[in-house]
């Protein structure tokens, strides 16, 4: 083999595959669309969810808590 062909064989697909991982990380966090922030509304009801309500001792999925307006982890001391 020749040294074009030992690049074309062993370079030319791992460089390929390498900035193919890198778009596919990189583009979805570059398209334009609404992204939460901590601390902003939630616009969504609240869901909780658990595997076994009862053995939790919680109500059956018919109801779930309600939870503030904001999203996000904080707290106030």
């Known amino acids: 083999?020749?040294?074009?062909?030992t690049i074309l064989v062993f370079v030319v697909p791992t460089v390929g595959l390498y900035?193919?991982?890198?778009?596919?990380v990189v583009v979805p966090r570059r398209a334009d669309r609404p992204r939460y922030r901590s601390g902003q509304p939630w616009p969504y009801?609240?869901?909780w969810w658990t595997a076994n309500p009862e053995g939790a001792q919680l109500p059956a999925a018919d109801g779930h808590p309600v939870a503030g307006d904001l999203g996000g982890a904080r707290?106030?001391?």
Do not use: C, D, F, R
């Open 1 to 5: 083999m020749s040294v074009l062909q």
């Open 19 to 24: 900035l193919l991982i890198v778009a596919l």
């Open 45 to 47: 009801e609240p869901l």
């Open 75 to 77: 707290g106030s001391w």
